[in-house]
């Protein structure tokens, strides 16, 4: 005779298997659906021809997602199974997300170019002409780089009239987006 147990019991065994069983695995697929919950956390579903599987990234590994994960695209998943046990549901529990065949940042960058299109950023009547002659020019740019001082060489060669203001940020790195004006705006006037 079988071995009489209770549904939570059922849930554990089967969560505890699973888990022990699908740690640290890649999944590719195609996203089905995606929801960016308010927490942070974002719950979508990737398929394949025959079949499909709930995911869910939670905000931690979300922040440093470098795109947008959107309904149709084909990723690559990295995570583990696991079981919520209170309704008997596996689900894949994604720690890091890439795009299949496409590096993060060039598909981050393509998405961030779409938006600022159907912004209309990109539209002819937003642009402006360039003056003949320019008076003032601000360079946002660190101050110690050599971009900087070989800017202001050239500037000094073919404009020495041209009033400079130098903003110091960072420029490269994870930080550079994030990172805000310094205090010490330089301004230099040049006569």
Known sequence: MSQMM???SLNTKIKSLLEATFMHILVEGEVASVTYHTSGHVYFSVKD?????????????????KFRIEKGMHIVIEGSVGVYTPRGEYQFYAVHVEPYGKGALALAYEQLKERLKAKGYF???RKKTIPK????????TAKESAALHDMLKVIEK?????????VDTLVQGEQASSSRQSRDTLYIRRV
Not at 49 to 65: F, G, N, P, T, Y
Not at 158 to 166: G, N
Request: charged content about 25%; aromatic content about 4%; hydrophobic content about 50%.
């Open 133 to 140: 002659h320019i008076k003032k020019i601000a360079l946002v």
């Open 49 to 65: 021809k025959e079949s499909s599987i709930k995911c869910v990234m939670w905000r931690s590994a979300v922040s440093k997602l």
């Open 158 to 166: 073919r404009w020495p009239l041209l009033e400079v203001t130098i």
């Open 6 to 8: 209770s549904v939570s």
């Open 123 to 125: 539209d002819a009547h």
